[in-house]
C-alpha cells in the first residue's frame, strides 16, 4: 500500500512541476498606415540563431522567387508566397501568415517591390533596434561592473 501512495504522490508531483524559462518571446502588434491592427507576431528578436537560419534560407528564397518569373501563373505565386512564408517562419520562430499575410498576398506588389519585402526590411529594423537596446544596456552593466578598475580604485586595494 505503502507503493502505491509513493507511486500516486510521484505522478502526482510530475504533473504539477514545470519548468519556466524566460524564451525571451515577445508579441508585437502589427499595424498598417492607417493605425489598424492586421495582426500580432510573436518571436524572439534577439535570437541569434536567426542569423544562421536565414543564411540557410536565402538561397532557397531566390529559388522560389525565380520559379514565379517562369511563367507559372496563379499557381506559382501560391506555391512561392507560401514558401517565403515557411522560410520567415522558420527564420524568426513566428506565425507570419497570422501576423502579416492573413490578407495581403506575399507577393503582392508594392511600389515596385514585393509586399514580402517591406515585412523582412520592418522585422529586420525591429530586430537591429532590439540588439541596439540590449547593446547599450549591456555595455551599461560592463561599465559599472569595471568602473573600479578604470579609476584604479582596485589597484590600490580598495573596495
Do not use: W
Not at 532557397?60 to 514565379?68: C, H, M, P, R, V
Amino acid at each position: 500500500m505503502n507503493e502505491t501512495t509513493n507511486t500516486q504522490t510521484t505522478q502526482t508531483q510530475q504533473q504539477t512541476l514545470s519548468l519556466v524559462v524566460d524564451d525571451r518571446k515577445i508579441s508585437v502588434p502589427v499595424v498598417n498606415r492607417s493605425g489598424e491592427q492586421i495582426g500580432v507576431f510573436s518571436f524572439d528578436p534577439l535570437d541569434i540563431g536567426m542569423v544562421e537560419r536565414y543564411n540557410e534560407v536565402s538561397e532557397k528564397f531566390t529559388q522560389a522567387l525565380q520559379n514565379i518569373q517562369t511563367g507559372g501563373g496563379l499557381d506559382a505565386l501560391n506555391e512561392a508566397g507560401d514558401k517565403i512564408i515557411e522560410f520567415l517562419d522558420y527564420v524568426t520562430g513566428g506565425n507570419s501568415r497570422e501576423a502579416f499575410f492573413q490578407k495581403v498576398h506575399p507577393l503582392s506588389p508594392q511600389n515596385g517591390r514585393f509586399y514580402c519585402e517591406q515585412v523582412f526590411e520592418v522585422i529586420g529594423a525591429f530586430i537591429r533596434q532590439s540588439f541596439e537596446a540590449e547593446g547599450a544596456m549591456i555595455g551599461k552593466r560592463v561599465s559599472e561592473h569595471t568602473h573600479g578598475y578604470r579609476t584604479g580604485k582596485h589597484a590600490k586595494g580598495d573596495r
